[in-house]
Each structure stands twice: as C-alpha cells, then as structure tokens.
C-alpha cells in the first residue's frame, strides 16, 4: 500500500500563474481533504471532497478550487497565485465516517 | 469555535520522558489527535482520543484527556533521538467528517 501520494513534490510559480497540485488516496479510502501549512505554522483546513464534490470549505478564498475524480484521486487548483500562497499543501484521506486521517508527504509551492 | 493552542518548544535528554500540552476550545470535538512531523515531511498520525476518554496509553505515548478544562497532553517515555519533530495537536470539528483544526504545533528537540 503505496499510503497517500502528492506530487509534485516542489514547485516554484510566478506571481499571477495557476498551478495544480495532486494526490491520490491511501487504498480504500474515498474523502479527500486539502490544507495549507504556512511555515512555523498548523495546518489549515482549505475543503474536502467526496463523492466528486465539495462538501466543506474552509476560510479560503475561490481562487483556491479541487476536484475529486472517480478514482477517489483529487486537483487542488489556485489561481491568481499571491507571495502568501507559498505553504506546503497537504492531502489527507480517510474512509467516509472514519476517525483516522492519513497525510501525504506534501507538496512546497513557492510563488515569487 | 476552532482554536488549538500549543506551547513552542521543549528540549529533552534522550532517556527522559517528554510532555507536551494542548488546549481547545470547542468543547463538542469528538476526537482528539497528535501528530509527528519530521523536517521536510507530511504528518504522520501518532494516535487520538475519543472525547469520553480521560486516558489512552500505545507503547512509549500516553494521552490524557481534561474534557473540563478542554486541555490534552501527550507524554513521550524513553524520549529517543527519533522523536525530535514537531508535534501538533488536532481537534476533529464536529459533524465535520474527519476535518481537523491544528494548533501551532510544538517543537521537540531531543539532547543525546
């Protein structure tokens, strides 16, 4: 069992572009969530898919969307990137109604 | 409301026991949780207390649980050098399905 996976593993944007980060669940896992660790920081929760869709948001703004697809695997897209968007981006995933949250190794976005 | 409180920093002599604190604030959490994170590295989930527990003992860790005063502490025994990381402390937030509020997470350094 491969656990959870992101990639890419680092990424440097430029201000103003969109990028699209990745992960794919632990095996047998289906809710996917997103958070963004800033540094010296805990994470933050961003949203969590299910079922293909949305089902809680955090404090984030739109510019920050996702996307789950039929294999349980998810998008974190940002747009319109800003300097404050450099954070390590975290997946976690669970089954549905379960207590457990596995993490990926996370991806570290710097935007200059 | 979602507010994890940790303190920053502890240094230990490898052998020691080591405890780290947490407080929260939404009484209704359902599930406490500690996780480890190495530099550079996603978080590893450690273990977690169901809220009608006072104590939850796996191995080297003990958790105790103060539901009055809303304050959870994770005791480390035998501190090993492997256990210098930081540590965060996560509430589930209720009804959320497994979406988790961080607290700034304490640094542990352990001293050979």
């Known amino acids: 069992d491969a656990g959870v996976t992101q990639s890419p593993t680092h990424l440097i944007k430029t201000r103003g572009q969109q990028v699209t980060l990745r992960c794919s669940p632990k095996?047998?896992?289906?809710?996917v969530s997103w958070y963004q660790q800033a540094l010296g920081q805990g994470p933050q929760f961003i949203f969590q898919?299910?079922?293909?869709?949305?089902?809680q948001r955090g404090n984030f703004p739109d510019r920050f969307s996702g996307h789950q697809f039929p294999n349980y695997s998810s998008e974190l897209n940002v747009n319109a990137l800003l300097l404050g968007d450099s954070a390590l981006y975290l997946c976690?995933?669970?089954?549905?109604?379960?207590?457990?949250?596995?993490f990926g190794q996370g991806t570290r976005l710097t935007v200059v | 409301g979602e507010d994890v409180e940790q303190s920053l920093f502890l240094s230990v002599r490898e052998g020691d026991s080591s405890v780290i604190n947490c407080t929260y604030t939404?009484?209704?959490?359902?599930?406490l949780y500690w996780y480890k994170q190495e530099p550079g590295a996603g978080l590893q989930l450690l273990t977690y207390i169901f809220s009608n527990m006072d104590m939850k003992q796996d191995q080297r860790l003990t958790v105790l649980l103060n539901k009055k005063d809303k304050h959870l502490s994770l005791r480390i025994a035998d501190t090993q050098t492997g256990d210098s990381a930081i540590y965060f402390c996560?509430?589930?937030?209720?009804?959320?399905?497994?979406?988790?509020?961080f607290g700034k997470g304490n640094q542990v350094v352990v001293i050979p």
């Open positions: 898919y299910y079922e293909e869709e949305e089902r």
């Open positions: 976690a995933s669970s089954p549905r109604m379960n207590t457990e949250a596995f």
């Open positions: 996560a509430e589930s937030i209720p009804y959320g399905n497994n979406r988790l509020a």
């Open positions: 939404d009484s209704s959490s359902t599930y």
């Open positions: 095996s047998g896992h289906d809710t």
